[in-house]
């Protein structure tokens, strides 16, 4: 018999492997709430697939009598917006913080303590003073997911610079570049991969930060919609909610991914060499 | 290609001394290997003239004026690894030096000026072997051929001296050869100046048309790091190296 950590699974096996769970949970959740509606079909708690199918239809395609919108694209339409600007916004801040940090010892010095201790800040904290000082309305809500995540981010970009080999600034130092070039032409290059690696990290905060957000103040959204439902106990939206929430969460990082193989397809390969 | 004198030159970092009052005079042309146990100071003394370390006391002249503290185009280099751009391919790695130097503001040129900077750079890369691997990245070349990559890119620049910093040590034997021989056939015909250090002897004569050995004189035993490395030999083998480039075929054991 092989040492365990020698055993490996073949390629179609494993994803047979990986299945197996998401298959379990799934006969389990079929079979607890098949015998709580055997015993009282007015039940809201675990609703059969049938009922969040039918939920879900009538979310996604339904329209609103008098404003003709549909609840699912609205919501996904104003929380993506929020998200996606919020995360845009902070990778810029990243990036530009964390490759200046990272190579200017004078700007490193004067801002590192700033960063570090602006990120120990709980962002949830500051949430009322966003409110109060910026409204309820969209902005506060993209400053939220920004002071959650960019500075996470720049820190990430801020290292990668720092672990860049100094043969290499050297190289190009000798190659006549000038700070300005070097950013350009070599560390900007080496750390995009790395920023979008940090970026897919902290796109499950960005989420949670949009979520508790719309869950305290907004008028549609993903977020609010589980959290206003949640007063009627209607499991049938707020699980459907949470798998497309999911698959939303699983498409963005998917894309970072891609792009990253796609666009640096020298990354990963070889490393640094 | 230029002079180099270094003049009384010493390194210290706190108590520990590194160097202590070096001096050395380098026409134009030479060869130089420096040798000596690790530890003895040979990275560092490359260093201080590449411009990445500054001397403790003492002067550095490049043809008579002080060499600027910083790296600069004057001084090419190639390290033993991460001396490629990873991001870029071959023919980019080689081209990069020109744009640097013909475009402060975006780093890249566009048009005429391109197509005549590609030219040169492929020229440059067919002279060191890598004329058919301009679009591969260095990730996808082997060692040898990613140092190949380094002294292409290096001496696009045309630097006053260049230097190499134990640039073969991760090699295998054979390809070592063959960067020998790359090496010794541009150093002629480009008339470079070149300070190489290395930790294999034999390599050393070979190449070097002088050989500088740096070693620790002094020893306290007590506190090692008291004193530090003088230059123990300083063997020019002016004779030797010219009689092995007129039969190049010959092995290194001749050549010594």
Request: include cysteine; proline fraction near 5%.
């Amino acid at each position: 018999m092989k040492r365990l950590i020698n055993l490996k699974p073949d390629r179609g096996f494993g994803i047979a492997l990986g299945a197996l769970p998401f298959l379990i949970l799934l006969a389990v959740y079929m079979a607890a709430s098949a015998s709580r509606l055997a015993e009282n079909a007015d039940d809201k708690l675990l609703p059969s697939l049938t009922t969040m199918t039918q939920s879900l239809d009538r979310l996604a395609t339904e329209e609103n009598r008098r404003t003709g919108e549909v609840l699912l694209w609205v919501d996904t339409a104003a929380s993506l917006k929020r998200l996606l600007i919020g995360v845009a916004i902070s990778m810029t801040i990243g990036l530009v913080v964390g490759v200046i940090t990272g190579l200017i010892p004078y700007v490193r010095k004067t801002f590192s303590p700033l960063v570090k201790v602006l990120s120990m800040i709980p962002p949830l904290a500051v949430l009322p003073i966003l409110f109060i000082a910026l409204g309820v309305d969209e902005v506060s809500k993209i400053v939220l997911i920004v002071f959650g995540i960019a500075p996470s981010i720049a820190r990430d970009v801020q290292q990668r610079v720092e672990e860049l080999p100094a043969e290499l600034l050297i190289k190009a130092q000798t190659l006549g570049a000038s700070t300005w070039q070097l950013i350009l032409r070599i560390v900007l290059p080496q750390t995009v991969p790395r920023l979008l690696d940090a970026t897919r990290l902290a796109l499950g905060s960005a989420w949670l930060f949009l979520i508790a957000a719309e869950a305290i103040a907004a008028t549609e959204g993903l977020g609010y919609r589980i959290f206003l439902v949640r007063r009627f106990l209607d499991m049938d939206v707020i699980l459907p909610y949470v798998a497309w929430i999911t698959l939303l969460a699983f498409a963005l990082d998917f894309t970072l991914r891609l792009v990253n193989r796609v666009a640096f397809p020298w990354y990963g390969a070889g490393a640094a060499r | 290609m230029s002079a180099v004198q270094v003049r009384k030159l010493w390194k210290e970092y706190g108590r520990q001394v590194v160097l202590e009052n070096i001096s050395l005079d380098v026409a134009s042309g030479e060869f130089v290997t420096i040798i000596g146990a690790s530890g003895c100071g040979k990275t560092t003394f490359l260093r201080i003239l590449l411009g990445e370390e500054r001397p403790s006391r003492g002067e550095l002249l490049l043809d008579g004026k002080p060499l600027p503290d910083e790296p600069g185009p004057d001084r090419g280099v190639v390290f033993q690894k991460y001396s490629v751009f990873p991001h870029m391919t071959a023919l980019q790695n080689v081209m990069v030096g020109e744009e640097f130097a013909a475009a402060p503001l975006t780093a890249r040129l566009f048009g005429k000026a391109r197509r005549e900077s590609r030219q040169r750079a492929l020229d440059m890369l067919a002279a060191v072997g890598l004329a058919a691997s301009g679009n591969k990245y260095p990730s996808e070349l082997s060692g040898g051929m990613q140092q190949r990559l380094a002294i292409a890119q290096a001496l696009l620049r045309r630097p006053r001296i260049l230097l190499l910093d134990e640039p073969f040590g991760a090699l295998d034997p054979g390809i070592r050869a063959d960067m020998h021989e790359l090496i010794l056939d541009l150093w002629s015909k480009l008339k470079l100046t070149i300070f190489m250090t290395s930790h294999d002897i034999k390599e050393s004569f070979y190449l070097g048309g002088r050989v500088i050995v740096l070693d620790r004189v002094r020893k306290d035993p007590h506190e090692p790091e008291l004193y530090g490395a003088r230059i123990t030999y300083d063997l020019p083998l002016r004779r030797g190296r010219d009689a092995r480039l007129n039969h190049a075929a010959a092995g290194p054991d001749l050549a010594l």
